[in-house]
């Protein structure tokens, strides 16, 4: 198991950098918007495709992080005032179900990025990018999570409900 967790703190502190790229490209292009239409009276026609691009893959490059430090919203009222078997149960519970979702948004997400692809799907606007590149991020993005989910439940088990593994460790640190 700590191979698989070794490689999730590789590939997550890969996936923060990459997301921290996006966000920066997201905002030099804005900001080349507002300078553009500002100085020049011109817009660039593809700040508002691409920040939302950006934006997407940002937001999915960071969802394994999110999970594996805890960082998605839960409800812990009542489960933190059960025994701790009953804990661990649920947490492998909830991981199991957070991976099937997981595991659909991923099917249906190649789907789609495949079906653009295979038809040549481009946007509507000037640029006409071709929708399966920025749609490929998708299925990545849930395929990774999925398997995070399953590293989740596993973890549940052998840690007897300590799913929290990855506590908040100097990767996040600040982030609050």
Not at 18 to 30: E, N, P
Not at 52 to 80: D, I
Request: hydrophobic share 55%.
């Amino acid at each position: 198991m700590t191979a698989i967790s070794s490689l999730f703190d590789r590939l997550e502190r890969v996936a923060i950098a990459a997301a921290i790229v996006f966000i920066v490209l997201m905002g030099l292009l804005m900001n080349v918007e507002v300078f553009g239409r500002t100085l020049f009276g011109r817009s660039t026609q593809i700040s508002d495709e691409f920040a939302g691009y950006f934006f997407t893959a940002a937001t999915l490059l960071c969802l394994v992080p999110t999970l594996r430090h805890g960082r998605f919203l839960r409800v812990e009222a009542v489960v933190n005032r059960l025994p701790v078997p009953l804990q661990a149960a649920l947490k492998f519970v909830s991981s199991i179900i957070g991976a099937v979702m997981s595991a659909v948004l991923t099917y249906t997400t190649f789907g789609l990025a495949y079906t653009s692809w295979s038809y040549g799907t481009v946007s509507l606007q000037a640029f006409q990018v071709p929708q399966a590149i920025p749609q490929a991020i998708l299925p990545i993005g849930f395929l990774l999570l999925t398997l995070a989910f399953l590293e989740q439940a596993a973890l549940a088990i052998l840690r007897r409900g300590d799913v929290d593994a990855h506590p908040d460790t100097e990767l996040l640190q600040g982030l609050d």
